[in-house]
């Protein structure tokens, strides 16, 4: 990591005791993720120590991206292990990599309030409900919450491993390692770290990161706010500039650009410049109107469609993040509900249908085909809601020149709140239809505002 020895001031907790009744954890996460890999590196632990161990993974069976529970039993002999399914209220410590999944109730059911010693990464990973729900929040406090009702105060113990890995080492690989090292910390192991650190070093997989994952994560548990300093330290700039109203403009004629083609930029460019001028002259020294409508005109202009997809996954910033995410993902699924197909469930919503790894050639004609993008040749701008984003971005350009004309020093906050309107639209689909009829009430009572006439004062006889 580079930053300073990690286990400096870090005492040894001594381990858990182990008696013949055993030790029985459960180890939980999003599969894909190295959650499986804990494991083995447990059971070759207790195998250099000469003690019985037996794993199990319960239900995804490490499928990618789903939920993955391993449970792992440690006794003296193998002998004395005689089933490795953790039953309700019988686990010695969860191990949770993953926040949602350790908010499980197969998870908690094998917690016993002040004895199972429960520790969770608290890192915020959306799960498929995001995709599915604009409006949709992860719910850590409850989470945490339930948690620590199940397990108690004293037993439950919370970090950001995901956050703290990629500070440290670039990427979050490394975050199920740190857990491990802030269970050994906490004195939630049956075994030595010697032992912890030569099975990571059989184990073969980045073994320079994950020993010093492993040992940043006792740090962490042994001088948590320490950690955390260096973390916000790592991760911050040096007092980044405010992004200037040019920046704002600039960056997003750069995205439209590679999204579409010069002329889309220059298009974007051209609009925000006159209402930039016309809100100089009305309001001199004001550029809150022009900022609000440079986000939100990029907004309706640059709709992630079909064509934008294709883009972003064969730009290369897909295959990176992959690569920083999970060890290895040599079969790709796609899950996709383009509107040309019209796939519709029993509730008249559209359903996804799954495409393999040849989807990325596709992907690729895509891309070069972007420039029919609005033409009539467009093989998918003829659909309703194609159509209907047109409509929009129509209609907000008419708004605009409104909002030019209207400019006054008393009408500054109702130009800003109309030019912002396209904000409130939001997700996909038959998400975005039903924030877009939102916005659409908002943008009326809005206009009406921007457009009324404003009250002439009565003068009094006495002036």
């Not at 070759?44 to 239900?59: F, L, Q, R, S």
């Not at 069976?61 to 003296?76: C, D, E, W, Y």
């Not at 002040?114 to 890192?123: E, K, P, Q, S």
């Not at 209907?388 to 709140?417: F, N, T």
Request: net charge positive.
């Amino acid at each position: 990591a580079g930053k300073s020895d990690p286990l400096e001031g870090v005492p040894s907790p001594g381990e858990f005791p182990l008696g013949s009744q055993g030790w029985a954890a459960i180890i939980d996460g999003v599969g894909g993720t190295g959650v499986v890999t804990i494991g083995a590196v447990l059971g070759m632990a207790a195998h250099i120590e000469g003690k019985g161990c037996g794993m199990i993974d319960m239900a995804g069976l490490a499928q990618k991206g789903g939920s993955v529970f391993t449970h792992v039993r440690i006794a003296p002999t193998p002998e004395d292990i005689h089933a490795i399914r953790v039953s309700a209220g019988k686990a010695d410590l969860v191990l949770g990599c993953d926040l949602v999944v350790s908010g499980a109730k197969k998870v908690l059911a094998a917690v016993r309030e002040g004895h199972t010693m429960f520790l969770a990464n608290t890192a915020e990973i959306m799960p498929g409900e995001f995709t599915r729900s604009a409006d949709f929040s992860l719910p850590v406090e409850r989470l945490k919450k339930a948690i620590r009702a199940a397990a108690g105060d004293d037993k439950a113990h919370f970090f950001d491993a995901t956050r703290t890995a990629t500070a440290l080492f670039g990427n979050s690989l490394g975050a199920n390692m740190f857990m491990l090292g802030f269970a050994f910390q906490h004195g939630g192991l049956p075994l030595s770290a010697e032992a912890v650190e030569k099975a990571i070093e059989l184990n073969g997989e980045a073994v320079v990161m994950n020993i010093a994952a492993f040992r940043w994560g006792r740090r962490a548990a042994h001088q948590p706010d320490f950690v955390r300093g260096l973390v916000d330290h790592t991760g911050k700039p040096a007092s980044a500039p405010a992004e200037t109203l040019d920046d704002i403009v600039a960056r997003r004629v750069a995205f439209l650009t590679a999204y579409q083609n010069a002329a889309y930029g220059k298009r974007y460019a051209n609009r925000v410049a006159a209402l930039r001028a016309a809100e100089a002259t009305a309001v001199p020294g004001s550029t809150v109107v022009t900022e609000a409508a440079a986000k939100n005109l990029f907004k309706l202009m640059a709709i992630k469609d079909e064509y934008e997809v294709a883009r972003l996954y064969t730009d290369g910033s897909f295959a990176a993040d992959l690569a920083r995410q999970f060890q290895s993902y040599e079969k790709l699924e796609f899950h996709l509900a383009p509107p040309i197909l019209g796939r519709r469930g029993n509730d008249g919503k559209p359903r996804k249908s799954s495409f393999g790894p040849w989807m990325m050639k596709a992907f690729r004609l895509l891309v070069v085909m972007r420039g029919l993008r609005g033409t009539a040749f467009d093989l998918f701008g003829h659909t309703a809601e194609r159509r209907a984003e047109r409509q929009l971005l129509a209609q907000y350009e008419a708004d605009l020149d409104l909002i030019a004309a209207a400019l006054a020093p008393g009408k500054v906050e109702a130009a800003a709140a109309l030019a912002s309107v396209p904000a409130l639209i939001r997700g996909y689909g038959h998400v975005r239809q039903a924030s877009a009829a939102k916005a659409s009430e908002e943008r009326s009572r809005l206009l009406q505002r921007l457009t009324e006439a404003a009250p002439v004062p009565v003068l009094s006889a006495a002036e």
